[in-house]
């Protein structure tokens, strides 16, 4: 087995004859496996002055890199606390949990404006549905459903204002080249 360090690639004269690379230099099977292992958990395969093959760390991210990963795993926290939804204890007592994921907010944005709608009109009665994260479907009134929906807008408010807060210390070490700034921001 053979390794160019001018192509970064192996070689065996069975299979590539005389097209060799002419800087090629000889390495055991044994080493090839060990290379090719290494690189297949994220290491790098580097030749060294003489040309030899060894395997080196990857280069640490650049800092744009770097903030743009922050920045993704602070969108994932967002919508992880959005998904897990809002604990909150109904009208029965019995405590639940509100789902909040983005694909229930035209749910709840209507279920806002229905029982708005019926207090103006004067409904008292538990006439609105919502079924929570357990399945359970709850007849509330509309002040109950205004309320639940009232705290539900405000649960999400609230990761947002903790997704922006953090973003922005992200984007403000960028601003000022602090790498160590980025990376001490969690979520």
Known sequence: MFYSAKT??????????????????EISNDEHMALLEGQASGMLIVPDVG???????????????LAADKLDDLEQGLQSELAGGMAYTMPDGTAEVVQTRPQDEPNLLGLAIE???LRDA?????VLQLRAQSNVVYSLTPQ?????TDAAKSFKKQWLAHSWAKKDAVR??????????IEAVTW
């Open 8 to 25: 970064g690639g192996f070689y065996e004269k069975k299979i590539h004859g005389n097209n060799v690379p002419k800087d090629a230099v």
């Open 51 to 65: 040309g030899y093959p060894l395997l080196q760390d990857p280069p640490p991210p650049t800092i744009d890199q």
């Open 115 to 117: 029982a708005r709608d």
């Open 122 to 126: 004067g409904e008292t009665g538990a």
């Open 144 to 148: 109950q459903m205004i309320d639940l």
């Open 172 to 181: 403000t070490a960028l601003a000022n080249d602090d790498r160590a700034g």
